[in-house]
């Protein structure tokens, strides 16, 4: 069992999915801060495309992801072709340059197009793009997912899927908004398995409303009968400023900091003791998962797709809202639709906002994912590293990290105070900063 203590984990704090986060983008930045990030990947650059595809058949009440309802066809059809001409559009600008070696499709939910709308986007980049053995993922919503979906999975060659399961519990899952029943996540896998499909996500939550210990541990047994190669298990984060939907989720049944806590560990203590690998504080792999290798042999990595074993360094995103990363500047296309559809239509990129980023900055976004991944980091580049050690003076204390010289090292017991810990490096972070959930 983790030692709980409060006072460290009472700071909001980011996920860090990228360092600055894309709560400090702004708008210096524009469509030419993407040409010239394209036009300096040499031939053999390894380069990672992302695919945002934002719509839902059902918006869930807890979720902040960028989507809207797939209520209408003509506007799926006008989206599907606007993300071709963007393909078009970045693939001419790159003229052959650079090796794809992951592909991934986010949203949302892509089960929200028809399946051979998928497989005409897959054969597109194909054809445009170098990427020859690619790995593909896609996110799944279970509601709606069907014997033809799978098939074009099959025909696509897709390896990943990661499904949105979040609880097995038919009351919680109604007061959040998802009701999925069990035989419907019986039947995707079922499908997913027949298409190939070797590794299959599970996203959990806990901290749900009216979520105890005794109905989380029910999803983890059921979880662990249909075996998923990997889990992401997260803490709910109830913003309601910043994502008025969540304003239909009953606040007052929400557990508090220190159940949230107990959860956390329950679901660590629990998957681990059943042969999955922590990777990092929120997800699992099992033993033979690339995921897991990777946090064995220390190539794991951090990105906008959370802990990953992809070692690409450039990004590159697709679609209203997606965001690209570069080594010295992270850019994301407009959020709303419209604006997005403008840019492209006129052959421009759709950049509108993001940062660029110096080298302490490159350094620093290396030093938190290397503490993330390895739970090492090296800190003797950063000026205010005596400033740093005082922030974390608290933290040393109760024992959860320890100096080697200037090397920061994480203990066994700070793998929840992760995030917390990590942000004492992070340059722009405020202390009452209610942008962020809690690290737990």
Partial sequence: MWPYHPDLLARPVPRYTSYPTAAEFGDGVGPDDMGAALDRIGADTPVSLYLHIPYCRTICWYCGCNTGAANRTARLDGYLARLHAEIDLVAARLGGRGRVGRIALGGGSPNAIPPQALVALVAHLRTVFSCT???????????????DWALA?????????????????????????RVQPLADIVRTVD????AGVASINFDLM??????????????????LELAPERLAVFGYAHVPHMIPRQRRIDATALPDAAARFRQAA???????????RAIGFDHFARPGDALARAADDGTLRRNFQGFTEDPADILIGLGASAISQFPDRLLQN????????????????????GIRRGPLEQRRARAIEALLCRGVADLAFLPERDMVAARLHPFATVGLIDWRGSELHLTEAALPYARSIAAAIDAWRAVDDTRFSHAV
Wanted: charged letters at 20%; a negative charge; glycine letters at 14%.
């Fill in 206 to 223: 806990y901290g749900l409303p009216g979520q105890d210990d005794a109905a989380l541990a029910a999803t983890i047994e059921t979880t």
């Fill in 191 to 194: 499908l997913l398995r027949g």
């Fill in 153 to 177: 999975l099959a025909r696509c060659g897709v390896g990943r899927v990661s499904l949105g399961v979040q609880t097995f519990d038919p009351a919680l899952q109604a007061a959040i908004g």
């Fill in 266 to 276: 329950l679901a660590h203590d629990r998957l681990t003791a059943t042969g999955y």
């Fill in 334 to 353: 407009a959020k709303k639709a419209g604006e997005w559809h403008g840019a492209i239509a006129e052959g421009r990129f759709a950049i509108t906002r």
């Fill in 133 to 147: 053995g690619a790995v593909l993922s896609v996110e799944i919503d279970p509601r709606g997912f069907d014997a």
